[in-house]
C-alpha cells in the first residue's frame, strides 16, 4: 500500500509542480509570470501577474508538499483551491473531457490529492519520518473545506471583461 501512495503522491505532486514552474519561470515550454499574468488579466484577474503568481506557487508548492509527503492536507487543500478556480474559469463550459480543454485532467488531479489527505501520504513520506499522521476524515474534511475557501476568494475577485460577457450571451 505504501508504495502505491508513494507512487500517487509522487505523479500528481511532480506534475503540478512541474505545471507551476512553467507559470513561475518559463520552464518546460511555459510562458513564465509575464505570459501567465496576461492570459489571467484576460481571462478576469487583474493583475494577472499577482494572480498568476499565486496560482503558481500553489500548484508548485502544493505539488512539491504531496510528492514529499509532507502537510499532505496542506498540499491537498493548495491543490484543490488551483484546481477549482481553474475549473470554474477555463475548463468547465468546454464539458468533461480534456480532448476539448474540459476539465477531466483538473477533476483527477484534485481528488487524488484531497484522497491522499483522507488517506495519508504513506509510510514513506517526510510526514511518517517526522510521526505526524495528519490523515482521516478530519483532515480530508479541512483540506476539502481549506481548498474550497481558497478558491471562493479569487473566483469572487473575478472581473468580467466586455469580451467575456458578449460570449457568455451566445
Known amino acids: 500500500m505504501d508504495i502505491g501512495l508513494l507512487l500517487l503522491r ?5 506534475t503540478l509542480a512541474a505545471h507551476g514552474t512553467q507559470k513561475l ?11 501567465t499574468g496576461q492570459f489571467f488579466t484576460m481571462i478576469g484577474f487583474p493583475p494577472g501577474r499577482r494572480h498568476a503568481l499565486m496560482a503558481g506557487l500553489a500548484e508548485t508548492g502544493g505539488g512539491l508538499l504531496l510528492a514529499l509527503g509532507l502537510l499532505t492536507p496542506l498540499a491537498a487543500a493548495l491543490i484543490l483551491s488551483v484546481m477549482i478556480v481553474a475549473v470554474m474559469t477555463v475548463h468547465l463550459k468546454k464539458g468533461f473531457f480534456i480532448s476539448n ?21 504513506g509510510s514513506i513520506s517526510l510526514d511518517a519520518l517526522f510521526g505526524r499522521y495528519l490523515s482521516g476524515t478530519f483532515w480530508g474534511v479541512l483540506a476539502f ?8 476568494m479569487p473566483l469572487s475577485q473575478r472581473r468580467t471583461t466586455p469580451a467575456q460577457q458578449n460570449a457568455a450571451v451566445r
Not at 480543454?101 to 501520504?121: K, W
Not at 473545506?145 to 471562493?152: D, E, H, S, T
Open 25 to 35: 519561470f518559463g520552464w518546460l515550454g511555459g510562458p513564465g509570470l509575464d505570459g
Open 101 to 121: 480543454g474540459g476539465y477531466e485532467y483538473n477533476l483527477v488531479l484534485s481528488v487524488a490529492a484531497v484522497a491522499l489527505a483522507f488517506t495519508g501520504p
Open 10 to 14: 509522487l505523479t500528481v505532486g511532480l
Open 145 to 152: 473545506l481549506i481548498g474550497g475557501i481558497g478558491a471562493v
